[in-house]
């Protein structure tokens, strides 16, 4: 017997949630044959089998959100039968498993797949804990000793972090409701989460809750940008959108900057010794950051297809995990919605991220005391304040507008 359990996507990942069966109990099936879909925090993937054979013994139904690990299903061959303890929770439960490889889809979605392996439990004494629920423990007070883990192996999650908070005695609360429950009245309407907006509720009040955000605004003079602009469309040579010259500048402020590009990993910074800059995209049902990949060795033309590539596909879910994953910074782009500035979140284990806002004419009192109309942006960067001072953060986002503002210098 093989089961079928859910897949460890990513060092982050520690629950999916299971969309569909595209198999019914009792279907015969090959290895490697789809048999499902997942949604993890990054990405829609589909869930390959990983054995030849019956598919039985269904345990999770469409919708339900299951643990790294769990068993979902078997695949039984020839004249296997199912344990009698199946689906008792009496079972030994699978043990995490390692990443496991993945494949583009007939759709462009992920495929992924892995075979369950015996639990093995923590030594006696030892507290296992993932690098998520630590970071969590860590922004709610929450002492990782009291907590009982519910992941494979007793390994505590992040759930029970937060169960342990919510269960905590009300004199030792120092954090304040996630909400509070309001009357309805006849007027008004529930609207239902899809997984994508819960995904997206969840990761921005993490990233505000335990990461000590600061925010450093620039005004950008545009004009020479606008210059270039007209004048690759007057040869023909194709449109560059201002987010394409922010992200070339980001890219190499970065490489300038290798402190910025880093995460912080509780004891210590881990340096990237790659610049890939996530591009926050709008969905009509909530928000991904696909990854430019090695953009500071990009050109500008280059970054310009392969932002338009990612957002356009991001909204048509046909992304891959490796395009949704290892972003080392960030960029959130708001100046097609007409406002004057705003302070992005910062999308974690990044350092930060620079959010633009729209070109407005203003006047302007030059060197030379002379006055002149220019058009201008502000760019604000939202920083990690573990990883980023504020002077380091100040002269970085200097460094981003004075290669704006000599915009030749990313044709390079």
């Not at 309001?182 to 009040?205: C, G």
């Not at 974690?348 to 620079?354: A, E, F, K, L, R």
């Not at 302007?364 to 980023?388: K, L, P, W, Y």
């Amino acid at each position: 017997m093989t089961e079928v359990i859910m897949p460890k996507m990513g060092d982050g990942m520690e629950e999916g949630t299971l969309l569909e069966w595209l198999k019914k109990d009792g279907d015969t099936v090959k290895s490697g044959e789809v048999i499902g879909t997942i949604q993890t925090d990054k990405a829609t993937l589909e869930l390959e089998s990983p054995g030849s054979g019956k598919l039985a013994g269904i345990l999770v139904q469409a919708g339900a959100n299951v643990p790294v690990g769990k068993p979902m299903a078997a695949i039984l061959k020839g004249d296997e039968s199912l344990p009698s303890n199946w689906g008792s929770g009496s079972a030994a439960p699978a043990a995490e498993p390692e990443p496991v490889a993945v494949a583009a889809g007939s759709n462009g979605s992920a495929a992924a797949a892995a075979s369950a392996a015996p639990a093995v439990a923590a030594p006696a004494g030892r507290l296992v804990a993932s690098p998520l629920a630590k970071k969590v423990a860590a922004g709610l007070g929450v002492d990782l000793a009291t907590v009982s883990g519910t992941g494979p192996g007793g390994r505590i999650i992040e759930k029970d972090v937060r169960a342990a908070a919510q269960s905590a005695p009300a004199k030792q609360a120092t954090a304040a409701p996630v909400f509070v429950p309001l009357a309805a009245s006849a007027a008004d309407t529930n609207v239902a989460l899809n997984r994508l907006r819960q995904i997206t509720a969840k990761r921005t009040q993490e990233s505000k809750q335990t990461v000590p955000h600061f925010y450093v605004t620039v005004e950008v003079d545009v004009e020479r940008i606008m210059d270039l602009r007209t004048m690759f469309e007057e040869e023909g040579s194709g449109k560059v959108s201002i987010n394409d010259f922010v992200v070339r500048a980001v890219a190499l402020a970065l490489r300038e900057m290798p402190v910025v590009n880093s995460s912080y990993q509780g004891d210590h910074l881990l340096q990237h010794g790659n610049v890939s800059v996530g591009i926050a995209v709008a969905l009509e049902d909530g928000l991904t950051v696909p990854v430019v990949h090695h953009a500071d060795r990009l050109s500008l033309r280059q970054i310009s297809a392969a932002v338009r590539d990612l957002a356009g596909r991001a909204r048509e879910n046909k992304l891959s995990l490796d395009e949704l994953s290892g972003s080392t910074f960030a960029v959130s782009n708001m100046g097609m919605l007409d406002v004057d500035n705003f302070g992005a979140i910062i999308n974690q284990p990044n350092s930060g991220i620079v959010a633009i806002a729209s070109v407005r004419k203003k006047v302007v009192a030059m060197e030379d005391d002379e006055v002149q109309i220019r058009q201008r942006m502000n760019i604000t960067g939202s920083f990690d304040h573990r990883v980023v001072d504020g002077a380091v953060g100040a002269k970085f986002m200097n460094i981003v507008r004075a290669y704006l503002e000599n915009p030749t210098r990313l044709l390079s």
